[in-house]
Each structure stands twice: as C-alpha cells, then as structure tokens.
C-alpha cells in the first residue's frame, strides 16, 4: 500500500531569463566579431585583437586569484615562456608559428606542474612575492640566452611572418580571429568550470578551504588543474602577443606590468565575477584609446583610478552594480526553484541534486 | 682566496642596504600583513625629494635634508595610512594591493613627469670616496661602513620601539590578533598609520642614503621592491633582526654570484632567496607560528 504523501517539490536551476538572454546575444556578438574584420579598418582589428588578449589574460588571472585564491604576480614568466617558445620554435626548428602557438602553451603546462610544487609551498603575500621572483628568475635566465638576442631581443624573421597569412586572409585578420577564440575559449571555459561541479567544489574551497576538504574535496588538486590550466592558456597567449608584436626581449617579455595590467582589469571590473574581467578590460581600454596621448599622466590617471574605485566600490565596478541590482549575466549560484505543493507518489519525489566534488 | 673574502665583505655591505631598504617594510609587512607594492618608489621618491630640498635650501651635504625629510615622510605614511590604506585593509590582500599597486604608478610617472627619466645623485662629498685598508690590503669605503651603522641602528631602534614601548607593545598585540587588541582598547586605525609614519620615516633615511650611493630615477622602485621584500621574507614575518640577517643574506649570495659572471649577481641573489623559501616557507626567524 503506497502511502500519498503531500510534498513540497523542488529543483535546481542554474539559469535565469536574463542569463538566456546574455548567452544568446553574447553568441550573436562573437559571430559578429568573427566577420567583423573584413570590413573594419586595420587600426581597429589590431585594438579590438589586442581587447581579446587582454581579456584573455584577465579572465585567466581572475581564475587564479578570484576562485582558486592563488595570488600570482608572476604570470609575465608564463607570458614570455610562451613568447620565447614561438620564436625558438619557429626560428631555430622551423615550425609553423600556429603549430607553435599550441605547443608554446603546451610548454607552460609543462613548467606549471614543478611551478606549482614551489608556489603553493606559500600562502598569500609570501605567493605573491614568490611568484614575482620566479618571473625574475626566468628573465634573467633568458638574458643569457645567446641564440634568442640575449639581452637586446630578437625579432621574428619575416618570412615566418607571412606564414601566418592563410589563403586571401591577411595576416592581421589570422592573428585578430585567434585572439578572439582564445578570449572567447577561455571565457566560455571558465563559465562552464564555475557552474559544474568543479567549479561549486572550488568555490566552496576558495570561501572555506577546511570546511570544503572536511566535505571531500580534494582542494590541491583542483588548485594544481586551475594553476597548470591557466599557465597553459597564458603561455599561449604570450606567444600571440609576441607573433603580433614580431619582436620579443626579456625586459618586455617578463615585465611585472602584464601582470599589473590583469590585476587592474580583474580588481577594477569585479575579481571572483566573469563579467568583471570583461568590464575592466572596457574601461582598460576606453581609458587608453582616450588618454594615452598623454603620456605619463594617463598612467597617473590609471593609478588614481585604482585607489579610487578600491576606496569607494571594493567590489569592483561589476560587483557592485551587481550587487546593487541583484543581477548577473553569467550566474554560477544556483537557485532552489519551490515548485510547490504537489500531489506526488512518495517514490516520484524528485531529488534535489546535491552538489559534491567527485 | 682574498677574492672571496673581499666579495662576502662587499656582500655584507650591500646586505646592509638592502635591510635599510627592507627596514619600513618589514614592520608594515609583520603589523599589518600589508603587501606594500609602493614601498621601492617611496625611496625614489625621499631621493628625489633630498635632492630637491638640496637645491631649495641650499644645503652643502644632502645629510641636512634629513631634518626636513624625515618628518615629512612620517606624515605622508601616517596620513596615506588613515586616508587610503586603512579602509581597504581587509581579509584578502588584494584591495591593498592594488591601492599600493595604483600609489605605485602614481609616483612613478609623476617623478618622471617632474624630474624626467635622467638618473640623478646627491652629492656626499668627500664622505663618498675616502676608505679604509684592512689588513691583508682589502679597502673597505668609509660610506658603505656608514651605511651598515645606520642600518643596524635603525633595525636597532625599530627593535627596541616593538620590544620596549607601549607603542610597540599595542603594535604586536595588534599583529598577533587585530580583533582582541581591538576590544581591549587598541585604536588600531591610528596605530597602523604610526607604524606605517615610521616606515616611511626610515624610507627618508634609506632615499638618502642610497641616492648617495649611486644614481637613480624614478623607475628604480621596482627592483628595490623585490630586494627588500626578498629580505624581509628571507628574515621571516615580524623579525626586525631577521630582516638584517635577510638582508646580508641576499646581499653576500649577491656578491658571490657576481664573481662567478657580473649577469649572475641578481640571478644568484633569486635562486637563494627562493631555495630558502622553499626550505623555510615562514623565514628564518619567524616570530611566531602563524
């Protein structure tokens, strides 16, 4: 005899109607963006190319710091790890500069793996110093490096350079269609990692790492996937940058300002949020298309800017619209939906699922 | 073999620079956990500020710039404590971060946009070129020798205001748990900015005595940064004497390097710094566990 039971039904949803919406338009926007350049000019494709690359940077370093609590200052060694790795590959063993692209940010999964033994050895600002050093340490080891210019940089041969040119695609065009995919990959990524169970097990560690490991989660693992995951995608697109700037050097390669510029765009736009990397690269680079003509006082500007929006909107610009609005475009919460009261058999009663790491 | 006892002697020195550069930054970093990454500008910035008060007033050794110096960086550290620092001072260290990080590229581009990318030296006189000879026939420089005084004076000094006054007994409370030195009637808002006053009254003396020593211009704070933090961390949190002994540690594996390659001097200095990170992620002295 089954018993009819009265029960309140519930379940999970990860979506709200204006999350659909954004996943729709943002879908529009990228295919828009993707047939943008033929008929933009060459000044834009090259501003718009350099916005992904910084997006990309941002949203890796926001992964880093903003979810797995890693504190990097160092993230310049992988960008010119990946730089030094095009141009050794495609100088000196004649590969073709896409192929080198991939295996640049192979390399700097690679290094990630003894990277992290030594870096999650330290906790907070010992990480942050740390890491910086290590940045240091890879400059100056390719300082010495004689075959790849040593100290005075080399540049890209221009034969190598046409390679990049596929077919009637110019060769800027190739180089604006990769940064968009490695922008939009690694935006699309992050937002799929935060909202699977992955992501909940990381969050829950970033918020409370001993609760989170008493609960089962196994927190240096998915710290060590996050860390080598994003070495990889900052190498890669180390080695972009350096495939479009066609000329590397240790001092420009490894300078600690790549990584101060993440750290401005994710902090300013929303740290720990994936639409706050997006919006601190907007105003990164609307403040730039406006003020750097003014040379030093721009940087001034940017500066004040920093102390500013930290003194009075601490969660960033994002965050704090977010926060005011109770709205978010790309949601990781999810909700508990009350379906209310419903006639239901006993052993039909959905189960909520419940999130666990494994 | 003199080589080598010369270059551990030259390192010690230098050691000694990089503790004075370390000094302010290790008791803002052991009070306040504060990762300060305008520390290296703020001694450019006393550099420049001693060569222009030289040239305003008119002084004949910039050692006299001190008296004006010194007061002033006090209240430029105890006032951007109060007014900027203190209210992003939370859990993470990262809205310090990126307020320091934003101080830093203020006083960066705008010493550049005052003083231009030039490197500029305050003249030391006679003081800079006057030495001693060991015996065996080392010379040692009478204005490095100073600087090693200084340097463990001001460590000194610094040691016996946390272990010896009612200021540094609040500041140690403070440190060891912000909430309980709270209730118990610590005003720690005002007590960070003093702590933070004083370390910029010792970056006074560090600007001066290192612009000095050689040239400098408004884009050698970075590098500094990463001397005196590598001290401050190789000594361990909260250590003052640590910070000494980090210090000479950076500067003598520094100094050997360099015997081996010039290119090797700083790559040398790094690769020790962090094998003794590795060995002991907390320093060498920490002053308490965490």
């Known amino acids: ?358 | 073999m003199s080589i080598w006892i010369d270059s551990i002697l030259q390192g010690i020195l230098l050691g000694a620079i990089y503790a004075l550069f370390a000094a302010g930054l290790s008791l803002v970093f052991g009070v306040m956990r504060l990762v300060n990454v305008a520390h290296g500008d703020f001694i450019v910035l006393a550099a420049f500020l001693a060569l222009w008060f030289q040239k305003l007033a008119g002084f004949g050794s910039p050692f006299w710039t001190l008296l004006m110096l010194v007061p002033l960086m006090f209240v430029l550290g105890y006032v951007l404590q109060r007014a900027v620092i203190n209210p992003a001072l939370t859990e993470t260290v990262l809205r310090p971060l990126l307020i320091t990080f934003g101080l830093s590229i203020i006083i960066q581009n705008g010493l550049l946009q005052i003083f231009s990318a030039d490197p500029q030296k305050l003249q030391g006189g006679q003081l800079e070129v006057a030495s001693f000879t060991l015996p065996g026939g080392l010379a040692i420089g009478a204005f490095p020798l100073l600087m090693l005084a200084v340097s463990v004076t001001l460590l000194g000094g610094l040691q016996l205001v946390m272990f010896r006054t009612r200021l540094g007994r609040a500041l140690r409370a403070t440190s060891d748990d912000i909430k309980t030195a709270s209730l118990m009637g610590v005003n720690t808002p005002h007590l960070f900015s003093v702590a933070s006053g004083l370390a910029l009254a010792t970056v006074a003396v560090a600007g001066v005595f290192t612009g000095i020593r050689a040239t400098f211009n408004a884009a050698n704070g970075p590098v500094w940064l990463v001397f005196a933090f590598e001290a401050v961390i190789i000594g361990g949190l909260g250590s003052l004497w640590g910070t000494l002994v980090g210090g000479v540690i950076l500067g003598v594996s520094q100094c050997i390097g360099a015997q081996f390659s010039p290119a090797w001097q700083f790559l040398t200095g790094h690769l020790v710094f962090l094998a003794l990170l590795m060995l002991w992620p907390r320093g060498l002295f920490p002053r308490r566990t965490e």
């Open chain 1, 1 to 358: 005899m089954r018993s009819q039971l009265r029960k309140r039904s519930v379940h999970v949803k990860q979506n709200s109607r204006v999350s659909l919406i954004t996943a729709w338009v943002s879908g529009a926007a990228v295919i828009f963006l993707a047939v943008a350049p033929w008929w933009m000019g060459r000044g834009q494709v090259s501003v718009l190319m350099e916005f992904f690359y910084y997006l990309a940077l941002a949203q890796m370093w926001n992964l880093l710091a903003g979810f797995a609590g890693i504190v990097s200052l160092g993230q310049q060694a992988f960008l010119g790890l990946g730089g030094y790795t095009l141009f050794f590959l495609t100088m000196r063993m004649d590969c073709h500069p896409l192929l080198a692209l991939l295996i640049a940010g192979l390399a700097g999964a690679i290094v990630a793996l003894p990277g992290a033994a030594a870096v999650f050895r330290l906790q907070g600002a010992y990480q942050a110093i740390g890491t910086w050093v290590i940045a240091e340490v890879f400059a100056l080891i390719f300082l010495q490096v004689q075959s790849l210019g040593a100290g005075s940089g080399i540049s890209l041969a221009v034969s190598i350079a046409r390679q990049v040119q596929i077919g009637a695609v110019r060769r800027d065009v190739v180089l604006y269609l990769v940064a968009l995919a490695i922008g939009v990959l690694v935006t699309a990524f992050s937002y799929a990692l935060l909202r699977s169970q992955t992501g909940l097990a990381l969050m829950a560690v970033r918020d409370n790492e001993l609760s989170a490991r008493t609960a089962g989660v196994n927190s240096q693992r998915l710290k060590l996937m996050v860390f080598v995951a994003t070495s990889c995608g900052t190498a890669l697109t180390g080695a972009l940058i350096y495939l479009a700037k066609l000329r590397i050097s240790p001092q420009a390669a490894f300078d600690i300002n790549w990584t101060s510029y993440m750290l401005f765009i994710v902090i300013i736009g929303g740290i720990g949020t994936l639409e706050g990397p997006i919006v601190g690269t907007l105003v990164f680079f609307l403040l730039r298309e406006y003020l750097a003509q003014l040379g030093s006082s721009y940087l001034i500007i940017l500066g004040a800017l920093a102390v500013v929006v930290m003194l009075f909107l601490p969660g960033g610009i994002w965050g704090t619209f977010a926060n005011r609005f109770n709205i978010s475009l790309f949601p990781m919460q999810r909700w508990l939906v009350d379906d209310g009261l419903a006639e239901q058999n006993q052993s039909e009663v959905r189960k909520i699922p419940v999130a666990t790491s494994e």
